[in-house]
Nanobody
Framework: QVQLVESGGGLVQAGGSLRLSCTVSGRTFSRLSMGWFRRAPGKEREFVAAIGWSSDGPSYADSVKGRFTISRDNAKNTAYLQMNSLEPEDTAVYYC????????????????WGQGTQVTVSS
């Protein structure tokens, strides 16, 4: 059984930083493409960032480009999302996702999902 566990969310002031972590168990992490998505109150789930199994092709939504960085440590079975210069518009539940044949930005292509972690940015 594959499990994704996110951590690192919380409350931060605008301009601050947070680092989200997503630890995967039950599957060979190094073969999984990883992605981060978010859902803000009253809005649809949206793509945030993605990274390939060998750390290739990090991709970002335009809204976070230059502020967020996705990375992974295959030795620790963990993916990260470093979030800098946070804005109130970044407030959302952030979800980690994993898939063997994931398509960047396409939530339907990710087989496994975490439970989500709340990020709240105050103005």
């Amino acid at each position: 059984q594959v499990q994704l566990v996110e951590s690192g969310g919380g409350l931060v002031q605008a301009g601050g930083s947070l680092r989200l972590s997503c630890t995967v168990s039950g599957r060979t992490f190094s073969r999984l493409s990883m992605g981060w998505f978010r859902r803000a109150p009253g809005k649809e789930r949206e793509f945030v960032a993605a990274i390939g199994w060998s750390s290739d092709g990090p991709s970002y939504a335009d809204s976070v480009k230059g502020r967020f960085t996705i990375s992974r440590d295959n030795a620790k079975n963990t993916a990260y999302l470093q979030m800098n210069s946070l804005e109130p518009e970044d407030t959302a539940v952030y979800y980690c996702a994993a898939g063997l044949k994931a398509v960047i930005g396409a939530p339907w292509s990710y087989e496994y999902w975490g439970q989500g972690t709340q990020v709240t940015v105050s103005s």
